[in-house]
């Protein structure tokens, strides 16, 4: 599985998410100005990498389960 490119992009993009995830939390716990201005931001992006990811792993279960 390791050598399928297509699960490595979705590897990557789950990487990804949780990346932004890790840097919403951490820009909420620190607070103050920055979280105002960009909180919203970092939601939307988590979002659209969320869903991106999502669209992958049905793509690669499709994909791996023969396309029918």
């Known amino acids: 599985m390791l050598q399928d490119p297509l699960f490595i992009v979705v590897a990557l993009s789950c990487l990804l998410v949780a990346g932004i995830l890790l840097w919403g939390i951490g820009s909420f716990s620190k607070g103050g100005e920055y979280n105002?201005?960009?909180?919203?931001?970092i939601m939307r992006y988590r979002i659209a990498a969320q869903f991106v990811a999502v669209?992958?792993?049905l793509l690669f279960?499709?994909?791996?389960?023969?396309g029918q």
């Open 61 to 66: 279960v499709w994909m791996r389960s023969g």
């Open 36 to 41: 105002k201005r960009n909180a919203n931001k």
């Open 55 to 57: 669209l992958l792993i």
